[in-house]
T-cell receptor, first 113, second 115 residues
Framework: SQELEQSPQSLIVQEGKNLTINCTSS?????LYWYKQKYGEGLIFLMM?????EEKSHEKITAKLDEKKQQSSLHITASQPSHAGIYLC?????????????FGSGTQLTVLP | EAGVAQSPRYKIIEKRQSVAFWCNPI?????LYWYQQILGQGPKLLIQ????????DSQLPKDRFSAERLKGVDSTLKIQPAKLEDSAVYLC?????????????FGPGTRLTVL
């Protein structure tokens, strides 16, 4: 089965600083999803990457999928308190006829004002 | 567009009691998922429905967990009897039809505490 490892597990940054979260897969990634979760809430879809070398941006968040399609990074520029939360990467896995997501354990981001 | 709805938001029960969670997916979404998220971990898939049929329930502890999706819309997840280790957030998600890519939309979750 596919396993996703996220690093770091937690991150505390000062407002305005840049930061990067990594997601490494034990197998080739066919689809990589980034979600954000705030305490007590569900997951909010951020971005999906499919192709090796692909890069997508939304506001101050940029996600990349490396050429070998086994690692993805999420970069936040000029962090703000609103960026705080848990960032989860999910891999598109195929199990029989089902399409499913396998998730990493998450990165807890704290942004200090 | 209305999102995925779940209820209740919070539930506290004692071990060996029963509990049920309800999920209403986004209209038109054929696929429905139930996940269990233990504190400090990522969500783990319990069961996946395509319309009203089960596609995958390989990780559902069937001795105590059951789920159904009547008429291919709403779904309920039941735990009977509950154990302490069932304390978690139970997330429901739905996704629109279509291949090769689908994106899952999550509800707010139900936080279960088993005492």
């Amino acid at each position: 089965s596919q396993e996703l490892e996220q690093s770091p597990q937690s991150l505390i940054v000062q407002e305005g600083k840049n930061l990067t979260i990594n997601c490494t897969s034990s197998k080739t990634l066919y689809g990589l999803y980034w979600y954000k979760q705030k305490y007590g809430e569900g997951l909010i879809f951020l971005m999906m990457l499919q192709k090796g070398g692909e890069e997508k941006s939304h506001e101050k968040i940029t996600a990349k999928l490396d050429e070998k399609k086994q690692q993805s990074s999420l970069h936040i520029t000029a962090s703000q308190p609103s960026h705080a939360g848990i960032y989860l990467c999910g891999a598109d896995a195929v199990s029989g006829s089902a399409r499913q997501l396998t998730f990493g354990s998450g990165t807890q981001l704290t942004v200090l004002p | 567009e209305a999102g995925v709805a779940q209820s209740p938001r919070y539930k506290i029960i004692e071990k060996r009691q029963s509990v049920a969670f309800w999920c209403n997916p986004i209209s038109g979404h054929a696929t429905l998922y139930w996940y269990q998220q233990i504190l400090g971990q990522g969500p783990k898939l319990l069961i996946q429905f395509q319309n009203n049929g089960v596609v995958d329930d390989s990780q559902l502890p069937k001795d105590r967990f059951s789920a159904e999706r009547l008429k291919g819309v709403d779904s309920t997840l039941k735990i009977q009897p509950a154990k302490l280790e069932d304390s978690a957030v139970y997330l429901c998600a739905s996704s629109p039809p279509g291949l090769p890519v689908d994106t899952q939309y999550f509800g707010p979750g139900t936080r279960l505490t088993v005492l």
